[in-house]
């Protein structure tokens, strides 16, 4: 959908499903206002914030309006080819190469990706149990040596889409340079479920690389000031972000 062209009927659809959502939010704001009358100080309250986020829906969907009519970037790469679920390393080489188009041609800026194949085999060699069964090695050299397997090809993957970002001219830098890239787990230890010390890689943007920071495992500090550290280096002045107060410590830009 990034780089297909829709019919002239398709761009109308998706026109009158905006303004359907228009219709809706306008008939929602004058419920609301309907309302402030009849209600208490503290209720008031709730109903500004509630008109607030209406308005925001609202603004989101003008913008997404504009977009409906705006021509599709032309890309000349052959699409991903199909795959069995249980392929889920290469379906991530998929999903690289989409997202690598979509940031050349500036169609979408932000992006989130995840994945894993379930109780699917990877086709792998060396391979013959699932990726969540493997996850749940209870320390079993063989499990660790064909988890081992799986998690050097997706890590590859990933290499190979920092690779091609870096070979990307952007001006007189680089797709990569210009991009922050972070690859990660919800999980510090899969077999144990375990959510401290999480493995943490980011690549690209203003950052000095090729260091390894290592933080207290007993006393360490929110992840989520590594995302203000991020978005710092995107230029927005923020402080904090969830559950995290400041930036993250030892990660330092580039100097100019």
């Given at each position: 959908?990034?780089?297909?062209q829709?019919?002239?009927?398709?761009?109308a659809?998706?026109k009158q499903n905006?303004?359907?959502?228009?219709?809706?939010?306008?008939?929602?704001?004058?419920?609301?206002?309907?309302?402030?009358?009849?209600?208490?100080?503290?209720?008031?309250?709730?109903?500004?914030?509630y008109?607030?986020?209406?308005?925001?829906?609202?603004?989101?969907?003008?913008?997404?309006?504009?977009?409906?009519?705006?021509?599709?970037?032309?890309?000349?790469?052959?699409?991903?080819?199909?795959?069995?679920?249980?392929?889920?390393?290469?379906?991530?080489?998929?999903?690289?190469?989409?997202?690598?188009?979509?940031?050349?041609?500036?169609?979408?800026?932000?992006?989130?990706l995840?994945g894993?194949?379930?109780?699917?085999?990877?086709?792998?060699?060396g391979?013959?149990?699932?990726?969540?069964?493997?996850?749940?090695?209870?320390?079993?050299?063989?499990?660790?040596?064909?988890?081992?397997?799986?998690?050097?090809?997706?890590?590859?993957?990933?290499?190979?889409?920092?690779?091609?970002?870096?070979?990307?001219?952007?001006?007189?830098?680089?797709?990569?340079?210009?991009?922050?890239?972070?690859?990660?787990?919800?999980?510090?230890?899969?077999?144990?479920?375990?959510?401290?010390?999480?493995?943490?890689?980011?690549?690209?943007?203003?950052?000095?690389?090729?260091?390894?920071?290592?933080?207290?495992?007993?006393?360490?500090?929110?992840l989520?000031?590594?995302?203000v550290?991020?978005?710092?280096?995107?230029?927005?002045?923020?402080?904090?972000?969830?559950?995290?107060?400041?930036?993250?410590?030892?990660?330092e830009?580039k100097?100019?």
């Open positions: 959908r990034l780089f297909l829709g019919s002239a009927k398709d761009v659809a998706q905006l303004e359907d959502g228009r219709s809706i939010m306008d008939a929602v704001l004058d419920d609301a206002k309907a309302m402030e009358s009849k209600v208490s100080a503290a209720d008031k309250d709730k109903l500004d914030q008109a607030t986020a209406v308005r925001e829906t609202e603004q989101r969907l003008a913008k997404a309006g504009s977009w409906v009519e705006t021509p599709k970037p032309l890309v000349h790469e052959p699409s991903p080819p199909r795959m069995k679920d249980a392929d889920f390393t290469n379906h991530l080489r998929g999903h690289y190469q989409v997202i690598r188009l979509a940031i050349a041609t500036d169609s979408c800026r932000v992006f989130t995840g894993h194949s379930g109780s699917h085999v990877p086709p792998l060699k391979v013959d149990t699932g990726y969540h069964g493997l996850s749940h090695h209870g320390k079993n050299p063989q499990m660790i040596a064909q988890l081992e397997i799986v998690d050097r090809d997706t890590i590859l993957g990933w290499v190979e889409f920092l690779t091609a970002l870096r070979d990307m001219k952007e001006g007189d830098s680089t797709l990569l340079a210009n991009t922050q890239v972070l690859l990660g787990s919800n999980l510090g230890n899969a077999n144990g479920h375990l959510t401290t010390n999480l493995p943490i890689v980011l690549a690209g943007g203003p950052w000095k690389h090729g260091r390894h920071l290592a933080f207290d495992a007993a006393k360490n500090y929110p989520a000031r590594l995302f550290s991020m978005m710092q280096g995107l230029g927005l002045e923020v402080g904090s972000f969830a559950s995290g107060a400041g930036t993250m410590q030892g990660l830009a100097r100019a």
